[in-house]
């Protein structure tokens, strides 16, 4: 996630813009540009060199191939693409803005919204293998189990999420190379370029090439995060005691707010990704999920923390600048370096959207794909409309390359306005976690589709009644949806309370309503059958013995009963 801007307000973006324009302006335009364009040559050609290799093109000759390369990957390059797909550009902005508003319960917050969730999904995974094994992605169990409309809303809940994390992506790249240069047209320069080459190798390669592509930006970030943040960290003239001593260094409840925020917010959301769930199709064994997710919890952490605590100690060293705009205090800890590292930030920004682009994309496609697939078994009374479905279904891999191309151009468009993704992202992080828990529990059979839908719908009411409980009307219960208080404490002590509650509630209400109304309807079902199963016993029992002698009743077998209760039961 990413916080690009905390106020749309023109005085604060130019604030902002002047701030960065003083602390690197020894950057150029071209030079900038040349970095970035560089990098997507770079991934362009290994990825289109892998993909012309005869192993590569044999894998991508069929429809499941080149969505999903399942059982074909090892753990070491699972690990690397949930790492490198996890790791996206966000990471320069928003972790170190989360260090400065909440210090290392923040950083901390982060690190395990993004690695706890992981080990969930390993842990689901067997269970959803079983009930879907064909399954494209993991909402596949849904459809059958809960019907189409609560498939399809979960679907297009899917699809948004996405389509925001792509936004935010394309917000940080090119940031970043605003940032350096000044130049207002280098951020859709960056995003344009990013968005062709990664839908380009990715829609000739496939998910396998995807993910070695993964590995290889992995392995750039790795590098270039470690050197980069160090060196920052190791140019600052901040001392220990100003850093200790920083407001940003210490240990707030509001920040142990935040942790739990995050971690809440994130759990739903990781459990949706369709990204993360295509890799662990594509693992060969459980065991290579297990592990793989693991590698990449042990590649987040560094990182993770290496961003926070760059944050915190530009916070000592530009105190009054990283409190008006957190989200650049990186930026301006590197600002008096030389333009050899900027230019290696620039390295680090490309390899990180593009490691994370190309994997929405794939996820993107595939959802789409998988849809228009289905679309081709569909039969109508109109020719003309038959005859488009099997059309649709024929060419689906081109049809939703295309659909999945068409979205970038208002993702670049969101990227470029004065959007507060932060904001969005926590909206859909709330939506999901007011439906995880009645879906994923529905891999049980104890959850039933009624409870289900009755626990996400009290998961959305329990925050309207939040807002109206605060702010005395259905209107502002509405509005609560929206987290007007959002994650950091900006106007008061109790903001971040506020959205806590939101989340918990979401949480906590949907559970409980599931789990409650399925219990309710396994009792008042039971019970139906119970009475109905005494009725025929009492029935044919007194079909039995009664009458005026009419030796076929007289005659009935116990077997015969039973039978028939069995029909009830």
């Known amino acids: 996630m990413v916080h690009l801007l905390v106020d749309s307000a023109v005085s604060a973006a130019s604030g902002a813009v002047r701030l960065l324009q003083e602390a690197t302006s020894d950057l150029s335009n071209s030079e900038a540009l040349g970095a970035a364009y560089a990098s997507l040559a770079f991934f362009f050609l290994l990825a289109v060199g892998l993909a012309s ?8 000759s069929t429809f499941e191939g080149l969505l999903l390369a399942r059982g074909t990957v090892g753990w070491a390059k699972v690990g690397f693409s949930i790492f490198a797909g996890a790791m996206g550009a966000w990471v320069v902005y928003a972790v170190p803005e989360v260090g400065v508003l909440l210090g290392p319960w923040g950083v901390m917050g982060y690190a395990a919204s993004l690695i706890l969730p992981f080990y969930l999904v390993a842990f689901l995974a067997p269970r959803v293998k079983r009930l879907t094994p064909n399954a494209f992605t993991a909402l596949d169990f849904v459809r059958d189990r809960y019907g189409l409309f609560v498939y399809y809303m979960l679907w297009l809940a899917v699809i948004i999420y996405l389509f925001i994390f792509l936004v935010a992506e394309y917000t940080s790249a090119g ?33 396998g090439v995807s993910i070695v592509t993964d590995v290889v930006q992995a392995g750039f970030v790795i590098v270039l995060v470690v050197i980069g943040c160090i060196a920052a960290i190791a140019e600052s003239d901040a001392s220990s005691d100003a850093i200790s001593g920083s407001g940003s260094a210490r240990w707030t409840d509001s920040g142990f707010e935040g942790l739990v925020v995050l971690v809440l917010a994130l759990f739903g959301a990781t459990l949706f990704d369709t990204s993360v769930w295509q890799r662990v199709i594509a693992a060969r064994t459980q065991r290579d999920v297990w592990l793989g997710m693991t590698f990449a919890v042990g590649l987040i952490l560094p990182v993770m923390f290496l961003f926070g605590f760059a944050g915190i100690v530009g916070s000592a060293v530009y105190p009054e600048d990283s409190l008006a705009f957190p989200y650049l205090s990186f930026f301006l800890l590197v600002g008096g ?18 490691s994370t682009a190309d994997s929405l994309q794939n996820a993107l496609t595939t959802m789409v794909a998988v849809e228009l697939d289905r679309i081709g078994g569909v039969v109508t009374t109109d020719p003309r409309l038959n005859r488009a479905f099997v059309w649709l279904q024929k060419h689906r891999l081109w049809v939703a390359r295309f659909a999945a191309l068409l979205i970038q151009g208002p993702a670049i468009g969101f990227a470029l306005g004065e959007v507060d993704v932060l904001r969005v992202f926590l909206v859909a992080d709330l939506v999901l976690a007011a439906v995880v828990v009645p879906v994923f529990a529905g891999l049980w059979d104890f959850v039933t589709p009624t409870g289900a839908v009755l626990g996400m719908v009290w998961g959305f009411a329990s925050v309207v ?26 106007s008061d002590d109790y903001s971040t309370t506020e959205t806590l509650v939101s989340f918990l509630l979401a949480l906590c209400c949907s559970t409980v309503a599931c789990f409650g109304a399925s219990w309710a309807e396994r009792v008042y079902l039971d019970g139906k059958r119970s009475r109905e199963y005494l009725a025929v016993l009492a029935g044919d029992t007194a079909g039995a013995g009664g009458g005026d002698g009419g030796g076929a009743d007289r005659t009935r077998r116990p077997s015969d009963v039973d039978a028939k209760a069995k029909e009830v039961v």
Do not use: D
């Open 53 to 60: 290799t005869p192993a590569y093109r044999e894998g991508n």
């Open 175 to 207: 940031g970043v190379v605003q940032a350096y240069t000044g130049y207002m047209l280098a951020s859709w320069k960056v995003n344009l370029g990013v968005a062709i080459i990664t839908s380009a190798y990715t829609a000739y390669g496939g998910l």
């Open 337 to 354: 370096m030389g333009k050899a590292w900027k230019g290696i930030l620039v390295v680090l920004a490309v390899s990180l959207v593009c």
């Open 465 to 490: 009644w939040q807002g109206m409980a605060l702010r005395g009307n259905l209107a502002e219960g509405f509005r609560q949806i929206s987290l007007p208080a959002g994650l950091y404490p900006y």
